[in-house]
């Protein structure tokens, strides 16, 4: 399969659009709000944690360049509305960057986390699927927490 880094960076934008506008509909208010205690994450966390995966992946990973990510300490992160408008801003720009990079064939093969992709693929595409894989996963959680912080 052949990467199309446009299409491809249009899906991590609508996801991440998405992902705003649950925030935008949650308000400072509640965006910092585990539903469920400690053990559930935020809105902001999971963001967070999107903007992180897609540098990982598509930087770290498929690219090598450095990465200094704590994965952990995304979930535990809070934020501003307005903040995590400025994060995705920039993780997007920086997805799309990568993608076209991708595209152009700049990937640096052999990263160990390759070889978890499933199917036995170690591509550029199998990275991009997996990217957007997890960030419609973590929407659907985004979706879920909005729905739990907002009825009853």
Do not use: I, K
């Amino acid at each position: 399969m052949e990467l199309d880094a446009p299409t491809a960076a249009a899906y991590v934008g609508h996801a991440f659009g998405q992902m705003l506008a649950a925030a935008d509909r949650l308000g400072d208010e509640l965006v910092n709000v585990r539903p469920f205690g400690p053990t559930t994450n935020s809105v902001a966390a999971l963001v967070v944690h999107c903007c992180g995966l897609s540098e990982w992946w598509l930087g770290h990973v498929a690219l090598g360049e450095p990465s200094d990510r704590d994965r952990l300490a995304e979930f535990e992160q809070e934020a501003t509305v307005a903040e995590l408008h400025d994060l995705v801003d920039e993780a997007l720009a920086r997805a799309g960057d990568h993608l076209a990079r991708l595209e152009v064939g700049d990937a640096m093969p052999g990263h160990p986390a390759r070889a978890s992709l499933p199917g036995d693929s170690e591509t550029d595409a199998a990275v991009v699927l997996h990217v957007l894989e997890e960030l419609y996963q973590h929407l659907g959680h985004v979706q879920l927490t909005v729905d739990a912080l907002t009825r009853g």
